[in-house]
């Protein structure tokens, strides 16, 4: 399972994860995101996404891609550690 570690911190960044296997779109939402004030973090596949979850806990927010190849984006929302 997650933990929530850092989400509840009320004067702290934002931290979201950006899962997407597109570069162009993911270095783009990253761009516009960090210039909104957001801590940001890129995954660009499911696995990667895991092991950011799996060492930071959960963000505030995932931006997921639900068409990843391999394991898509539905099944890694189904994921419980």
Same mark, same amino acid.
């Given at each position: 399972?997650? /933990?929530?570690?850092?989400?509840?911190?009320? !004067?702290? $960044?934002?931290?979201?994860?950006?899962? #997407? @296997? @597109? /570069?162009?779109?993911?270095?783009?939402?990253?761009?516009?995101?960090?210039?909104?004030?957001? #801590?940001?973090?890129? *995954?660009? @596949? *499911? /696995? /990667?996404?895991? !092991?950011?979850?799996?060492?930071?806990?959960? $963000?505030?927010?995932?931006?997921? @891609?639900?068409?990843? $190849?391999?394991?898509?984006?539905?099944?890694?929302? #189904?994921?419980?550690?």
């Amino acid at each position: 399972m997650f /933990s929530l570690k850092g989400a509840g911190e009320v !004067n702290s $960044p934002k931290r979201l994860l950006v899962v #997407e @296997d @597109d /570069s162009v779109t993911r270095r783009l939402l990253q761009q516009i995101l960090q210039q909104a004030g957001f #801590e940001v973090t890129t *995954a660009n @596949d *499911a /696995s /990667s996404a895991l !092991n950011f979850l799996q060492q930071q806990g959960l $963000p505030h927010l995932i931006l997921l @891609d639900l068409g990843l $190849p391999g394991m898509g984006g539905f099944e890694l929302s #189904e994921t419980h550690g």
